[in-house]
C-alpha cells in the first residue's frame, strides 16, 4: 500500500512526540518529512533552564538525534522555515524555495516570546530566552558583564535569574505586579518564594512598568514609568508568550488567539492539524508541555485512523524548576468565595501548603517548602475525587511529612494509577509493570522505555525511589554518571579517582591536566575541586582560599547589608562569666548592633564591619566557630545527667569532647551535632546530621536528620555502650561522609541517595572503622585556628583586607 504523505512543521517538543505516538502506533502508514526553523535535532527546551544554571550540558538535552530520524525513515530540514501553505494543492512552501506536496498536515509551530515594544528594545544585549541561542548569548554575555536585568517574575523569569546568579551576575528581576508567579501563587506562596530567592542574591524591583531600554548600541540601563532607572548590561525579556500562529493565519487556517483546533486538533481545513503550543483549544492555549503531550496522544490516534476518545483539556500543574526551592501550583491557587481552603503554614520551617476545596472536590493546591504531597493533591484534581471529612483533616498530615517516613514509605504507599511523571502522564501502575517486563534496574532504564522523566526531570528522585521499593538493593539510582558542572564530563567519582591517580595537587593543576572546558572553571567546580584535594591530600594539599565561597574566604557570614556576623566557638554551648564579660567589651567596642543566641547554642555579634573583623577576633581571643562554613558547625548539648533528674549520661561532657575532637574539619556541607542526656532529647538529636543520645548503659548515635527547609529525621546507625565507642563511630562516620558524599550534599540528601543500610555496612567493620579515624585525624592535624591565623600572620592579614568581595 501506498504510504501516505505526512509534514510536520516544527521541530519542537509537542510535534516531534506527537510523531513519536504516531511512529508507536503505526511505523509504516507514513512518508514522514520534518521541518525546524532551528538549526538542532529535536531538543528539550525545559532543560534550557539548567542548562543555564550549569546544572545540564546543552549536549545533553538532544531528544531525539540525527539517527533518529535516519533509523525512522523521516526526511528532516533544519534551519528551514515554512513561509506558507497551498491548503488546495496541499502544498508547504520554505524560505528555502523547497515546495513539498503533503496529504496529511501537522502545525507545531510553539509560541514566540512576547517582547515589549520599549523605546530601545533593539539595543544589542536585549535578548528573549526560549531557544539554545538565547541561552548560549546569556552564558557569552556573563563571561564580560556584570549586571543582568530580567523584565518579568514568572515562572521563566525567575528560573532565567537564577541561571544568571550561578553564572556569577548581579541580577534584578523587575515586575509588574506586586507578587512574583501571580499566575500560579498565591500571596502567602508568593512572598515566601520572593524571600527565598533574595535570600539566594535575586534583587526584586516590584509595582514597576518598565518605559525605555537606555543606552547607545547596547543596553546600559532600564528606566521605569515612575522616572527611576536600574543599570542593566544585559536584559532578558520573560513577559509570557504568544502562539506561533502567523503562517497558517496567512495561509487561510482559522486562528483566534492560537490555531482553532476541536477535540481531535483538526483545525477548519481538511488533512491540516494543530498541536502544542500553537494551537487553541476551547478558547485556551497552553504552555506547558503536559497538556502538549496529552494532544499529540489524541492526534497520533485520530491521524492514524484509529479510535481517539477526545482530547478534553487539561489541568495545569507547574513546579518551579530553581534547586533548594521547592514551589507546585495545580489548578485554582486563589480563594473564592465558593471554596474552602485547607492550610498549613509552618514559619519555622519554611512550608506553606494550601488545598482549596468547592462542593468537596479538591479543585487546586499550592504547595511551597514541601512538595512532596504533590503528586497525590494533583490526582485528586484530576479526577474530581470528593473528599471525606477524615481526608480532608488528613490531606495534609500524609506520610511524607511530619510523620518521619521515609521517602521510600511515601512511594509504596502511592496507588497504582498515581502519577509518578507529571509532565509525561506516567503512573506508578505503568513503571512497576515496565520494570519487571523488560528487567529495568535505572532511571535511565524506565526514562527510555516509559517517558517517565524525560521532560523536567523533577519526578527523577520519584523514580528512584520506586525502583529501590520494587528491586532494593538491585535497583542502580544511585551510581548514574552526573558531571560536577558543565566544565567537564567527569563525575564526583571521576574526578576524585584521578585526583588521587594522577596525584594532582591544586585546582588549576586539576583543570589542565583533566581538560576543562572553561580554563578558570566555573563557581560550581572551583570549590568543589579545592574540597576535594583537601580531602585526598590534607597534608600536601594547600588550602586555596580563592577557590572558596565569600563566607569562607571572610571567615565570617556576610549579611544583608555587607557587614557580617561573627561567632566563637562556645564548645558544647558551655560558656562562663570571663567568655561572656569578653563578648560583651567587644560588642560595646565595635559598637555591634546586634547580640543573638543561635539555634546552635552560640553568641552571634551580628553587624560587625569588614575591615573591623581581624580586630573584633583579636580582641574576642576565642576560636572560630565555623558559623559559615562548609565544616563541623555546633554541637548542641542539654543539660545531662549531672544536672538534670532524667538524665542517664553526660551530655555536656560528651558534646564538647566530640566538638574539641572534630572542631575545624572540611565536610561536603555543613555538620551540625547535638547531644541528649536521656531519650526525650531535648538537643533535638533527631534533626541533627549527627545525633547522640543518652540510654541506659550507653548511647545511640543517629544520623541524616536535617531541622531545615527539607526536614528530616534522623535515622539510628547504631548503640554503643561506652564514650570512646561513640568518639570512634562519630569519627569513622564524619570521614566516610568526607570520603563519598558530593560537595554540597548534605547527610540527610546523601543518605536519602546511597541507603542508611550501605552506610551501616560499611561501618560495621572495625578495622574500616579504624582505617577512616586514622585518615580523619590526618585531616585533623594540619588544621588551625583560620582567624588566629589571620591576625597573626601579617601576609595573610593584607590578603584578606585586600580581598574582593565577590557574592
Ligand atoms: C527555558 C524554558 C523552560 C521551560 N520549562 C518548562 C517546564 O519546566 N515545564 C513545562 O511543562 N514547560 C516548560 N517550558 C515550556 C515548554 O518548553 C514548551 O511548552 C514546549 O517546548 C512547547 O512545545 P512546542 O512544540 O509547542 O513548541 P516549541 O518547542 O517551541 O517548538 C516549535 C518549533 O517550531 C519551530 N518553528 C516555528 N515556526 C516554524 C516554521 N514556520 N517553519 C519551521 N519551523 C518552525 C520553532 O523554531 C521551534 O523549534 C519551558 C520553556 C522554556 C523556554
Ligand atoms: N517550570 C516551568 O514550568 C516553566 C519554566 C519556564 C517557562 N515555562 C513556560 O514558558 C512560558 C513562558 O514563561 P513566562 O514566565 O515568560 O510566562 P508567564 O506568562 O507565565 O509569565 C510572565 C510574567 O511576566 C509578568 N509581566 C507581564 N508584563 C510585564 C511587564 N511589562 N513588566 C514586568 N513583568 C511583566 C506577568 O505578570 C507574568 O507574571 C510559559 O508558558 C511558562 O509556563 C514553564
Ligand atoms: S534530654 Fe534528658 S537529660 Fe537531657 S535535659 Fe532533657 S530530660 Fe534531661
Ligand atoms: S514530571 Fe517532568 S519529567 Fe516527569
Known amino acids: 500500500m501506498k504510504k501516505r504523505k505526512l509534514c510536520l512543521v516544527g521541530n519542537g517538543m509537542a510535534g516531534v512526540r506527537c510523531m513519536e505516538e504516531i511512529l508507536k502506533l503505526a511505523p509504516d502508514l507514513f512518508d514522514i518529512t520534518i521541518f525546524g526553523r532551528e538549526p538542532h535535532p529535536n531538543y528539550n527546551r525545559i532543560l534550557l533552564s539548567s542548562v543555564l544554571a550549569g546544572d545540564a550540558d546543552i549536549r545533553d538535552i538532544v531528544l531525539n538525534d540525527w539517527n533518529w530520524y535516519e533509523q525512522n525513515g523521516i526526511t528532516l530540514y533544519t534551519g528551514e522555515t515554512v513561509t506558507s501553505i497551498d491548503a488546495e494543492q496541499r502544498n508547504i512552501y520554505t524560505d528555502c524555495g523547497r515546495v513539498e506536496s503533503y496529504d496529511d498536515l501537522i502545525l507545531a509551530t510553539g509560541s514566540l516570546p512576547f517582547m515589549l515594544p520599549l523605546p530601545g528594545i533593539d539595543k544589542e544585549g536585549v535578548i528573549a530566552f526560549r531557544d539554545i541561542n538565547d541561552c548560549k548569548t546569556m552564558m557569552e554575555a556573563s563571561k564580560t558583564y556584570k549586571k543582568a536585568v530580567v523584565i518579568g517574575g514568572g515562572l521563566l523569569g525567575l528560573e532565567a535569574a537564577r541561571g544568571l546568579l550561578n553564572l556569577s551576575m548581579d541580577v534584578s528581576v523587575v515586575h509588574i505586579f506586586d507578587n512574583i508567579m501571580e499566575r500560579q501563587l498565591d500571596p502567602v506562596a508568593s512572598k515566601l518564594l520572593q524571600s527565598e530567592l533574595e535570600k539566594q542574591g535575586i534583587r526584586f524591583l516590584l509595582e514597576k512598568q518598565s518605559a525605555e531600554i537606555l543606552g547607545d548600541t547596547r543596553v546600559t540601563g532600564l528606566r521605569f514609568a515612575d522616572g527611576t532607572a536600574e543599570e542593566a548590561d544585559l536584559i532578558v525579556m520573560a513577559v509570557g508568550i504568544r502562539p506561533n500562529a502567523a503562517l497558517a493565519q496567512e495561509s487561510g487556517i482559522e486562528v483566534k488567539r492560537g490555531i482553532v483546533v476541536n477535540d481531535y486538533m483538526e483545525t477548519n481545513i ?257 570549590p568543589a575541586i579545592n574540597y576535594y584535594l583537601n580531602m585526598v591530600f590534607p597534608e600536601l594539599h594547600e588550602d586555596e582560599r580563592e577557590s572558596r565561597f565569600v563566607n569562607e574566604r571572610m571567615h565570617a557570614n556576610i549579611q544583608k547589608d555587607g557587614t557580617y556576623s561573627v561567632v566563637p566557638r562556645m564548645y558544647g554551648g558551655v560558656t562562663s562569666p570571663a567568655e561572656l564579660k569578653k563578648i560583651a567589651e567587644v560588642a560595646e567596642k565595635y559598637q555591634v548592633p546586634l547580640v543573638k543566641v543561635t539555634g546552635g547554642q552560640r553568641l552571634d555579634l551580628l553587624g560587625v564591619k569588614k575591615e573591623d573583623l581581624p580586630n573584633v577576633w583579636r580582641d574576642l581571643d576565642m576560636p572560630s566557630g565555623y558559623a559559615y562554613g562548609k565544616a563541623i558547625r555546633t554541637v548542641k548539648t542539654c543539660v545531662g545527667s549531672d544536672f538534670c533528674r532524667f538524665g542517664t549520661q553526660n551530655s555536656i561532657q560528651m558534646g564538647i569532647d566530640i566538638e574539641k575532637a572534630f572542631e575545624r574539619l572540611d565536610t561536603p556541607a555543613k555538620i551540625k551535632m547535638a547531644v541528649s542526656g536521656c531519650p526525650r532529647n531535648c538537643a533535638e ?114 590578603l584578606f583586607e585586600n580581598v574582593a568581595v565577590n557574592v
Open 685 to 798: 538529636s533527631l534533626i541533627k546530621d549527627i545525633g547522640v543520645v543518652g540510654i541506659d548503659g550507653g548511647w545511640e548515635i543517629y544520623i541524616g536528620g536535617n531541622g531545615g527547609v527539607h526536614a528530616k529525621v534522623a535515622q539510628l546507625l547504631c548503640k554503643v555502650k561506652t564514650n570512646e565507642e561513640v568518639m570512634e563511630w562519630v569519627g569513622a562516620f564524619l570521614q566516610y561522609y568526607r570520603e563519598n558524599a558530593n560537595y554540597g550534599e548534605r547527610t540527610s540528601a546523601w543518605m536519602e541517595r546511597i541507603g542508611l543500610s550501605s552506610i551501616q555496612r560499611a561501618l560495621e567493620n572495625t578495622e574500616t572503622r579504624r582505617e577512616l579515624n586514622y585518615r580523619i585525624a590526618a585531616a585533623l592535624g594540619v588544621l588551625s585556628d583560620p582567624w588566629q591565623d589571620i591576625i597573626q600572620k601579617e601576609n595573610i592579614r593584607q
Open 270 to 526: 481538511d488533512h491540516v492539524y494543530a498541536v502544542g503550543e500553537c494551537a487553541e483549544h476551547r478558547g485556551t492555549v497552553y504552555g506547558l508541555v503536559a497538556p502538549l503531550f496529552e494532544q499529540g496522544k489524541v492526534l497520533a490516534k485520530r491521524i492514524c485512523q484509529m479510535d481517539a476518545a477526545p482530547y478534553e483539556g487539561s489541568t495545569l500543574h507547574t513546579k518551579l524548576k530553581i534547586s533548594g526551592v521547592n514551589v507546585f501550583s495545580a489548578g485554582e491557587f486563589m480563594d473564592t468565595s465558593d471554596t474552602r481552603a485547607i492550610r498549613v503554614h509552618d514559619e519555622w520551617e519554611g512550608v506553606y501548603k494550601k488545598v482549596l476545596v468547592r462542593d468537596d472536590q479538591v479543585v487546586g493546591a499550592v504547595l511551597f517548602g514541601d512538595t512532596k504531597d504533590s503528586t497525590r493533591i494533583l490526582e485528586m484534581i484530576r479526577t474530581n475525587a470528593t473528599i471525606s471529612e477524615l481526608q480532608r483533616v488528613a490531606i495534609l498530615q500524609n506520610l511524607s511529612s511530619s510523620s518521619g517516613a521515609s521517602e521510600l514509605d511515601y512511594v509504596a504507599a502511592m496507588s497504582s494509577d498515581e502519577i509518578i511523571c507529571g509532565c509525561n502522564g506516567v503512573s506508578k501502575g505503568t513503571i512497576v509493570e515496565a520494570i519487571y517486563e523488560h528487567g529495568l534496574n535505572s532511571v535511565e532504564g524506565v526514562k527510555k522505555c516509559t517517558g517517565a522523566s524525560r521532560s523536567c526531570g523533577g519526578c527523577k528522585p520519584l523514580v528512584a525511589n520506586l525502583l529501590q521499593c520494587v528491586l532494593g538493593d538491585q535497583a542502580q539510582t544511585s551510581n548514574q554518571k552526573e558531571p560536577i558542572c558543565t566544565c567537564t564530563t567527569l563525575s564526583r567519582d571521576e574526578l576524585v579517582r584521578e585526583i588521587q591517580e594522577k596525584c594532582l595537587t591544586s585546582v588549576r593543576e586539576v583543570m589542565h591536566v583533566l581538560d576543562w572546558t572553561e580554563p578558570e572553571g566555573c563557581s560550581k567546580c572551583r
